[in-house]
């Protein structure tokens, strides 16, 4: 058998030699196990149009970067684990390839291609691939190319965080360029699954306008894409929307058709970008702006209980914030549904046919079904073998342009809770999630409850709330609803405050909270008010202002203008201080000098601090017997004071109360001395 190898090798003065490999192209080659053997430390290998149905080197090929297996008969990827996609055996035999290429093979499934984290260039057009399942875990991919395959939808497709170029050619979900309107329907699709980091499509370039296009499948499009959903062909957004919508809820309907709750409705209010169209079932609903940051957002579901009666009655499902409610019909009859507002007017749902023995042995029909609701008002009726039937007590005109109809009150206080709550396990459980980074969504602690508020942190993802059920501790089914990617507020100032002292040399602090968005470069202006009302602005740029001589008899205003990050001004607000007054005065490194002895002066001096000092305030004390009590010394109220033999024994204090020339006063000082001695 003949085969080329060919070794570059850079110049003496540089230190590293080119890659290894080899050349096998058009050698009728059908297995590697005896050259790979010969060549374990080959870097590269072109091995096309040969006769390969496998890859089957003896051992791992620990240096092989790039690997051409194009144009053979290879029909899977097991190669990259050993001959097995066994989960147990999985052990990549190619653990630092980056390049791949599988062109014109007979691949059928993309099952095997993950967890190559050195993978950069994945080639598999011209095969027979109709799904993007198996595909993941690529970390460093950059081109993935699938051209003329059978793929028709973005069902399955991976989060590809350094994806690069997507090349879609020839499937049916890529129509031809020459069909515009197509083609940029798929690119569209394409730009709102994947990361930033897409720059080409087909080999063309993205434009911006196209990635502000695609903007409007962020959230509950883009993720019913990856379970199937194809959007339709042009339709405006908000029909797409409502399209996402009913193929969202009906596969959690299939998905809990037989499980013993099944569900009905699920839908966050608000949690659509764009309004509900006019031809929708559900117009009229409100809740049909953007969820913005700030704004609440409300959790609805409506979930059937499919279990036998008996056991209906007696295990419910507990919830703090879900209930169960009977809709009951007596009498005879081939078939009845309840249909309204219990599930947004969307279908009809089917009541349980019951018998039960009664009085003389006849058999009582009954009709009924327990549904689990958020609390709030409910319309409702009845069709009875095909004919509405509205009870005369509680009826009136649906809210929803829904015709005559009930209307029934669901509350959380008809279901106390018991002391044994702990201990239940058929429970259904909410939790609230924020979009990531990965197309997947990230748990946002200790929100359990029906109703959630955006914050500055979800500005820009999406919000997804599921509610979980469990039967007898064990997990059972999950049903939720996502909400397009949260709005940012307007630029705010919801509070504004000054803390500090009004007085000449204290800092004033000023706060604000801010809503709208990431917060930009908002401004904080100061400025002094006098007292007939002119305004003189201050020359600070800081959070905190200390007061100055000047300031004295006026009030320190701060003012907050609040800019998102995109430039956007909010109004302004503003809060004023008290008027500043005079610092009061003190005293500084106050000390006693004289002799501490009987018949002698002893006197006080220290440092006025504050303006200039007025008629200072003292007072001479002298401790009693038990050293317990202070007893002033009358008469003495300057800052000396000559002892006397009644002090002998005894500690004096003075205290020293600063006053300025304005009349301030200041805090009292108190100093005392050791014992007098004799």
């Known amino acids: 058998m003949k085969y080329s190898k060919k070794v570059k090798v850079r110049s003496a003065d540089v230190p590293c030699a080119e890659p290894v490999g080899l050349v096998l192209n058009k050698q009728e080659l059908n297995t590697i196990k005896n050259i790979a053997y010969n060549h374990p430390d080959e870097e590269f290998m072109y091995l096309r149009e040969n006769e390969f149905d496998t890859f089957d080197p003896y051992n791992k090929l620990e240096n092989l970067k790039m690997l051409d297996l194009s144009l053979n008969s290879i029909v899977s990827c097991e190669f990259l684990w050993g001959g097995s996609l066994k ?110 980091n897409l720059m080409k499509i087909d080999g063309m370039i993205i434009t911006d306008e196209e990635v502000a296009a695609a903007e409007a499948y962020r959230g509950k499009i883009v993720f019913c894409m990856m379970e199937g959903f194809v959007p339709p062909i042009g339709e405006d957004d908000n029909k797409v929307e409502d399209a996402a919508e009913e193929f969202l809820l009906k596969m959690q309907k299939d998905a809990t058709a037989d499980k013993p709750l099944r569900l009905q409705s699920i839908h966050l209010e608000p949690g659509r970008r764009s309004r509900v169209s006019e031809d929708s079932g559900k117009k009229g609903y409100p809740g049909d702006y953007p969820p913005t940051e700030g ?53 009809d749902i089917p009541l349980d046919r019951i018998e039960s023995e009664g009085a003389n042995s006849q058999t009582n029909v009954s009709f009924q079904t327990n549904l689990y609701l958020c609390p709030g008002e409910y319309e409702y009726r009845y069709i009875v073998d095909g004919v509405e039937k509205i009870a005369e007590e509680l009826k009136r005109t649906s809210k929803y342009n829904k015709g005559m109809c009930n209307y029934c009150q669901v509350s959380s206080s008809s279901f106390p809770e018991s002391a044994e709550e702990e201990d239940r396990d058929t429970i259904l459980y909410i939790r609230w999630l924020r979009s990531n980074s990965t197309n997947g969504f990230s748990l946002i602690h200790e929100e359990n409850g029906l109703t959630y508020t955006p914050t500055a942190a979800d500005v820009g993802h999406c919000l997804r709330a599921e509610v979980l059920i469990y039967l007898e501790g064990q997990f059972n089914s999950i049903v939720s609803d996502i909400t397009c990617p949260i709005e940012p507020a307007f630029p705010e100032c919801t509070n504004i405050k000054l803390e500090g002292e009004c007085e000449e040399g204290c800092t004033l602090f000023c706060s604000a909270d801010y809503i709208g968005g990431i917060e930009g470069e908002s401004d904080l ?56 007054t005079r610092a009061r005065p003190t005293i500084d490194q106050p000390q006693f000098v004289g002799e501490l002895r009987a018949n002698n002066v002893i006197k006080i001096e220290y440092t006025f601090v504050e303006g200039e000092e007025g008629n200072t305030k003292f007072q001479w004390f002298r401790h009693n017997q038990q050293g317990d009590t202070l007893i002033p010394i009358k008469g003495e109220c300057t800052d000396s004071y000559r002892t006397t033999d009644e002090d002998v024994g005894h500690m004096l204090m003075v205290e020293v109360t600063p006053v300025n020339t304005a009349g301030v006063e200041g805090a009292t000082e108190e100093l005392i001395t050791e014992e007098i001695k004799p």
């Open 87 to 196: 989960e147990s055996l999985r052990e990549p035999q190619l653990p630092h390839l980056r390049h791949l290429y599988l062109t014109g093979n007979c691949i059928e499934s993309l099952e095997g291609f993950s967890r190559l984290d050195d993978l950069e260039t994945l080639a598999l057009s011209s095969n027979q691939i109709s799904s993007f399942e198996g595909l993941g875990d690529l970390p460093n991919l950059r081109v993935l190319s699938l051209n003329f395959n059978n793929i028709s939808s973005f069902k399955h497709f991976p989060f590809l965080p350094s994806l690069h170029s997507l090349n879609l050619v020839g499937n049916p979900i890529d129509p031809d360029k020459d069909e515009v309107e197509g083609h940029a329907h798929f690119c569209k699709m394409a730009i709102a699954l994947s990361s930033s």
């Open 295 to 347: 704004m609440p957002i409300t959790l609805h579901v409506c979930l059937q209980d499919t279990r036998p009666v008996s056991i209906r009655k007696t295990e419910i499902f507990h919830s703090q914030h879900i209930f169960p409610l009977l809709f009951k019909v007596a009498g005879d009859a081939s078939e009845v549904f309840v249909v309204g507002s219990v599930n947004q007017w969307q279908g």
């Open 525 to 580: 202006l100061w400025s002094a008010i006098a007292e007939d009302d002119s305004v003189e602005e201050l020359e600070c740029d800081t959070w905190q202002y200390k007061c100055t001589a000047a300031d004295v008899g006026k009030r320190i205003q701060a003012t907050y203008l609040p800019c998102r990050e995109d430039g956007t001004y909010g109004v302004r607000k503003s809060v004023v201080s008290g008027v500043i």
